[in-house]
């Protein structure tokens, strides 16, 4: 969606719009859209569309196949290990991650559409466009789930596109730009580069998937207006963690592991340890997930603007809530770029559960 409405609204317009449409299915002429197809047409539903934002998302599009054909190649062409510098939050620095960096740094600056990046891999913010045609302001993590980079399994890019606020000629963007509450995003979405490349994404009209054939280079639809499920029985929690969390919390755990006679609990644990590998299982088998505040780190380990909030956005425009245990998570006012937060979300009938524990 183009415009900033008033999401609540918003969010029961889209729940109905999408219960008339044909949620996930795609039928064979639609298995042909491409991820530029889709994305021109998502920006032709506004009046005032001019493209770039279309061209802002094929340079996104090219930046993810490049990242997964090196993610694909990484243990062939030694790029696998560690580098020897580490980043902001004293995490040792994957080669991956800093190529991933580079690569959507690159690609994206190449259109001008953008004014500014916010990466978890740099410390500060990077300005790169000032003049009026760069409107937009992207957050991203590159490579989600670095401590599974080495071993083969999942990992992903996050993404976050806002407006720029103020495009009064001479100015440039500025740190407001950048920590705008989630609710404003005007797309988010990931790349999973799992058994294969998927890309899912949202403009505010629903949440797409599209996956990636390397024989023909195109990301094509695989299923459009995914609806998470009311309620599921898995949950994801790192579980070494469950001493140092509050006892609200471990309450909650307590509950759903113990057996009920309608057989609806226990519920099954699945922890991949890579945030965006987590939140794709939970959108399409329902549940919920955890990363509560802990003695050590009070608020938690992940990072509100590039990592939460655009997953946050996907699984409300799924039908999905998220929140810190207190608000939701996409009216968080940022004030730093990498500020963490705590992160309960899951279907909507689990949160109620969780949120009857946490009151
Ligand atoms: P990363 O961005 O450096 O990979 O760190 C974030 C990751 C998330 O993907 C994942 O959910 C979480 O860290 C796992 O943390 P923990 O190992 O504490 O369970
Ligand atoms: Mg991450």
């Known amino acids: 969606m ?46 005032t569309a001019t493209g770039e934002f279309t061209s802002l998302l094929h340079d996104l599009a090219l930046a993810i196949r490049i990242i997964s054909r090196e993610v694909r190649r990484a243990g062939i062409n030694d790029i696998l290990g560690l580098t020897s510098t580490s980043n902001i939050h004293g995490e040792k620095q994957q080669k991956l991650d800093q190529y991933a960096n580079d690569i959507i740094k690159k690609a994206m600056s190449q259109g ?22 760069s409107k937009y302001i992207i957050l991203f993590d590159p490579l989600d789930g670095s401590s599974n980079i080495s071993i083969n399994v999942t990992i992903g890019t996050i993404f976050g596109v806002y407006r720029r606020i103020d495009l009064s000629p001479g100015q440039s963007c500025s740190i407001s ?18 058994s294969s490349t998927l890309l899912v994404y949202s403009t505010g009209n629903g949440v797409h998937s599209f996956t990636y054939d390397p024989t023909i280079g195109e990301f094509l639809l ?26 609200k919390v471990r309450k909650y755990l307590d509950y759903i592991k113990t057996p009920s006679e309608d057989k609806k609990r226990p519920f099954t644990l699945r922890y991949i340890g890579t ?17 509560p505040g802990t003695t050590k780190n009070p608020n938690g380990k992940l990072r509100l603007i590039y990592e939460v909030n ?33 992160l309960f979300m899951g279907s909507p009938d689990d949160m109620d559960l969780l949120e009857s524990f946490l009151k």
Not at 116 to 130: C, L, Q, R, W, Y
Not at 222 to 242: A, L, M, T
Request: proline residues 4%; contains cysteine.
């Open 222 to 247: 695989n299923k459009q207006y995914i609806r998470v499920p009311k309620q599921g029985s898995w949950y994801s929690f790192n579980e070494g963690n469950y001493y140092l969390v509050d006892e």
């Open 275 to 291: 945030l965006i590998a987590d939140l794709h299982r939970l959108l399409h088998y329902g549940g919920v997930y955890l990363y």
């Open 112 to 133: 001008g559409h953008v004014c500014a990046f916010a990466s978890e891999e740099d410390d500060e913010v990077t300005v790169v466009g000032k003049d009026r045609k």
């Open 310 to 342: 655009p997953l946050a956005f996907i699984l409300e425009q799924a039908g999905g809530r998220a929140t810190d245990g207190r608000r939701r998570i996409l009216e968080i006012a940022p004030e730093d770029i990498h500020q963490r937060t705590p």
């Open 177 to 194: 730009d950048v920590l705008q509450p989630g609710y404003k995003l005007i797309t988010a979405g990931y790349a999973l580069y799992g």
């Open 2 to 47: 183009f415009v900033n409405v008033n999401f609540t609204n918003f969010n029961k317009a889209i729940i109905l719009l999408t219960n008339n449409k044909n949620q996930m299915e795609v039928n064979n002429t639609e298995r042909l859209t491409t991820i530029d197809h889709h994305i021109s047409r998502e920006e032709s539903m506004h009046p």
